[in-house]
C-alpha cells in the first residue's frame, strides 16, 4: 500500500512536470530554493544573535548586581565609618559627660550633615535614651532592642526592620509606607570604660534611591530592570512584596554558594533574566549577607535579536524576489531559442515550405538537428556555468557572513583596550582547563596581577597615560608567558593568568619573571617615560576545589598579601594556608 502511494505521488509530481514549461519550472525551482535558503538563514540568524544577545545580557546583569551590591557594601562602610569618628572625636569625655542639650545639638549636626540618618541617639548603660535628635526617645529604655545590646559590646549593624518605638513619633511619610530602618551602634568608652551606646537609624531609602540609579543600566533600560534586595533569610528587604520569601531555601543556598551568576527565572509567566550577586562586605564592614538580585524579563530583554531576526528575513525575502524575477527572465531567455527552434521544428514536414530550421541568433548551426542539439548543449553548458558562478557568488557571501560572525565573537571575547581575553572568555577557557585538570589530575595554577598605586597614576599623568601603563603591562604579560596559557584583564588594573602543566615553582618563578618584566619596563605616553610595578598572587589548584572560582579567589587573597607586604613583590597562597589565615 505505502509503495503504491509513492509511486502515485511520483506520478503526479511527473504529470505536473510535464505540463510545464522550461520558464516556469526554472521560476518554480528558483522559487523553492529561494524560500529554503531565506528560511534557513533566518532561522540560522535568529538562533545566534539571540545567543548572542543573551551571553551579553547576562553579562550586563551580572555587571549591575555585582555593581549594586558593592555600592551597598561601601555605602553601609562609609556610614559606620562617619559614626565610628563621630564617637571617637571626643577622647577626654568633654561633650559625652556635659549636659543633654549639648549632646543633642552635636547629634543634630551630624544628622544635618548626613540626611539618611533619620535617628541619632546616646543611650547610657542601662538603656535609657540620654539624648537624642529631635529629642525623639529620650527618656525611653532601649534596653531590650538589638542595636543597644549589641551596640554595648562593639559596633554593631542590625539588618532592616520597622521601627516599632520611633515610627509613631515621625512625620507621616508621602506614600504611607511604612519606615523601615537599618540600625548602627557603638559603645562610647571614657578611660577604656563604657559609658554608653551611641545608636542611629538609617532610612532604608537609600537603597531604592541607589537601585534607581545602578551603573550598567542604559535610561532606556531604567524601567526594564527590576533590583531586589534580599535579606540573609531570603525575605525580599526591597522588591514587589516586601517581607516574604520568593526563592527556595535549596535556590537560596545555591546562590550564596555561588556569590554571584545568572539564571533564567520560569516562575513567572514570562521567563526572566536574573543576575545576582552576594554582599560580602567592604573592608572592616562585614556585611549583612544581603543578596542584590537583577531582572529582566526575557522577552523584553531579546526584543532587538528578535527584530535583527524579522529585518534579516524581510531583507532575505527581498533579496528571494530579485533572484525569482532574475531566474525567470534567464529562463525566458534560455526558452526562447528552444521554444522557436520546437515550433520551427514542428512545422517541418507539415509545411512545405519549412525545409530547415531557421538560424537562430547567436546560434551557430541552425539547418541541422545535430547542431541544433550541440547548440543546446552549449547553451545548458553556457546555463550551468552561470549556476556555477551563481553557487560561487552564494558561497563567498556564506563565507563572508561565517567571517562576520567569527569577528563578533572575537570582539564579544576581547578586552577592547588591551587585545586580551575579557572576563567571560576568560572563564570559559578557566571552566575547561578545571575540567581537565579533573580529568587527567595534570598541574594548573593562576597569577592574579594589579598595577600598583595606578590611581596616583591617573591623578598624576591623566586617565589617557593610565590606560598606556595598562596597555603596556598587558604587553609585558603577553611576552612572558606560554602560548598554552590564558592571560586576561579582569576589569581595571587587574589581570589574571592561567597555567596550564604547571606546578608551584614553575609558577613562582613565572610570577617574578613577569613582576621584574614590568619593573624595568616603562610606559610612553606624550614623551614621558611612566614606570610602574605589578604585585602577583600566585596559588596552584587543589584536590578539594570545587571549581575554577576557588582556585581564582586564592590568587586573590594571594595577591592580597602582596599588597599588604609593601606591593612589587609575588605571594602564594596555598589550601592550608588559607585554612590557617581563616581560623586567625
Not at 71 to 91: P, S, V
Not at 320 to 328: M, Q, S
Not at 330 to 341: D, E, H, N, T
Not at 475 to 481: H, P, S
Request: hydrophobic share 45%; glycine share 8%; with cysteine.
Amino acid at each position: 500500500m505505502r509503495k503504491f502511494g509513492m509511486r502515485t505521488l511520483v506520478g503526479w509530481l511527473w504529470a505536473i512536470e510535464d505540463r510545464m514549461t522550461l520558464r516556469m519550472q526554472i521560476g518554480a525551482g528558483a522559487a523553492l530554493l529561494s524560500i529554503l535558503m531565506v528560511g534557513a538563514l533566518t532561522a540560522g540568524a535568529a538562533y545566534i544573535s539571540s545567543h548572542q544577545v543573551s551571553g551579553l545580557l547576562d553579562a550586563r546583569l551580572a555587571e549591575v548586581a555585582r555593581g549594586t551590591s558593592e555600592r551597598l557594601d561601601r555605602y553601609m562602610f562609609t556610614r559606620q565609618r562617619e559614626l565610628r569618628l563621630f564617637a571617637g572625636l571626643d577622647q577626654n569625655g568633654e561633650m559625652w559627660t556635659s549636659d543633654p542639650s549639648r549632646i543633642r545639638k552635636e547629634l543634630e549636626n551630624l544628622k544635618y550633615g548626613f540626611e539618611d540618618f533619620a535617628w541619632i541617639g546616646l543611650a547610657d548603660t542601662d538603656g535609657k535614651v540620654v539624648a537624642a535628635t529631635g529629642r525623639q526617645l529620650e527618656g525611653v529604655s532601649v534596653a531590650t532592642q538589638p542595636w543597644f545590646k549589641n551596640g554595648l559590646k562593639g559596633i554593631a549593624v542590625e539588618d532592616m526592620h520597622e521601627a516599632a518605638l520611633l515610627a509613631p513619633l515621625l512625620d507621616r511619610r508621602h506614600d504611607d509606607d511604612l519606615y523601615r530602618f537599618v540600625d548602627i551602634a557603638m559603645p562610647i568608652k571614657l578611660f577604656g570604660q563604657t559609658i554608653g551606646v551611641l545608636g542611629a537609624y538609617l532610612n532604608w531609602d537609600w537603597p531604592k534611591e541607589m537601585s534607581q540609579s545602578v551603573s550598567g543600566v542604559r535610561d532606556d533600560e531604567v524601567g526594564e530592570t527590576d533590583i531586589w534586595i534580599l535579606g540573609k533569610d531570603g525575605i525580599i528587604l526591597l522588591g514587589p512584596s516586601i517581607g516574604r520569601t520568593y526563592y527556595s531555601d535549596e535556590k537560596l543556598a545555591a546562590m550564596r554558594a555561588a556569590k554571584s551568576g545568572t539564571f533564567v527565572d520560569r516562575q513567572t509567566t514570562v521567563p526572566v533574566l536574573t543576575a545576582f550577586s552576594t554582599t560580602i562586605g567592604h573592608r572592616d564592614f562585614g556585611g549583612l549577607g544581603w543578596i542584590v538580585v537583577a531582572r529582566r524579563p526575557a522577552d523584553v530583554a531579546l526584543a532587538a535579536a528578535a527584530q535583527t531576526a524579522w529585518w534579516i528575513a524581510e531583507i532575505g525575502l527581498a533579496i528571494g524576489l530579485f533572484g525569482i524575477a532574475g531566474a525567470l527572465m534567464l529562463a525566458s531567455r534560455i526558452a526562447r531559442p528552444i521554444q522557436s527552434m520546437t515550433s520551427e521544428a514542428d512545422l517541418i514536414g507539415r509545411d512545405p515550405k519549412t525545409t530547415m530550421l531557421p538560424r537562430q541568433r547567436g546560434s551557430v548551426e541552425a539547418t541541422q538537428m545535430t547542431r541544433s542539439l550541440r547548440s543546446l548543449l552549449r547553451r545548458v553548458g553556457f546555463a550551468e556555468e552561470r549556476t556555477r558562478e551563481a553557487e560561487l557568488r552564494a558561497s563567498d557571501t556564506a563565507r563572508q557572513f561565517n567571517d562576520d560572525i567569527e569577528e563578533l565573537r572575537k570582539l564579544a571575547a576581547t578586552d577592547p583596550l588591551t587585545n586580551l581575553m575579557n572576563r567571560r572568555a576568560f572563564l570559559d577557557a578557566a571552566n575547561d582547563a578545571m575540567d581537565y585538570y579533573k580529568r587527567y589530575r595534570r598541574g594548573l595554577s593562576a597569577l592574579m596581577i594589579d598595577i600598583d598605586h595606578f590611581k596616583k597614576i591617573n591623578d598624576t599623568h591623566g586617565h589617557a597615560a593610565g590606560d598606556e601603563v595598562i596597555k603596556r603591562v598587558a604587553q609585558l604579560i603577553g611576552e612572558c608567558i606560554r602560548s598554552t596559557d590564558k592571560v586576561a584583564r579582569l576589569g581595571g588594573e587587574e589581570f589574571i593568568v592561567l597555567l596550564r602543566e604547571a606546578d608551584l615553582d614553575s609558577s613562582n618563578f613565572l610570577a617574578e619573571r613577569i613582576r621584574r618584566a614590568v619593573a624595568d619596563g616603562t610606559a610612553t605616553y606624550r614623551d614621558a617615560a611612566i614606570v610602574a610595578t605589578v604585585s602577583v598572587g600566585v596559588t596552584i589548584v587543589a584536590e578539594n576545589d570545587r571549581d575554577v572560582q576557588d582556585l581564582i579567589e586564592r590568587a586573590d587573597q594571594a595577591l592580597y598579601l602582596a599588597k599588604n607586604n609593601g606591593r612589587n613583590c609575588v605571594r602564594q597562597m596555598l589550601v592550608h594556608k588559607e585554612a590557617a589565615a581563616n581560623v586567625a
